[in-house]
């Protein structure tokens, strides 16, 4: 796989398309709840995570020195 990352509301995601490959990178998200990246929610006595809804994703962006913009279809 290609280890390249992009983030995004649904978190970090990383290109999965085999190593040297030629285009721009692609990533999908299949949605739903993930961790929220900007705070934590406090309860009675102790802390637990805050968590967000977050619609089916699937991203390109392009390669180093490609001057495509990044191309989001949701779904």
């Known amino acids: 796989m290609c280890d390249r990352q992009i983030s995004t509301e649904s978190g970090v995601l990383t290109c999965d398309k085999k190593s040297g490959h030629t285009g721009a990178h692609h990533s999908k998200h299949p949605g739903g709840l993930v961790l929220d990246p900007y705070g934590r929610k406090k309860s009675v006595g102790s802390e637990e995570l805050m968590t967000v809804e977050v619609p ?9 020195g490609m001057n495509d913009p990044v191309k989001m279809m949701k779904g």
Do not use: K, N
């Open 56 to 64: 089916p994703l699937e991203i390109e962006w392009p390669q180093e």
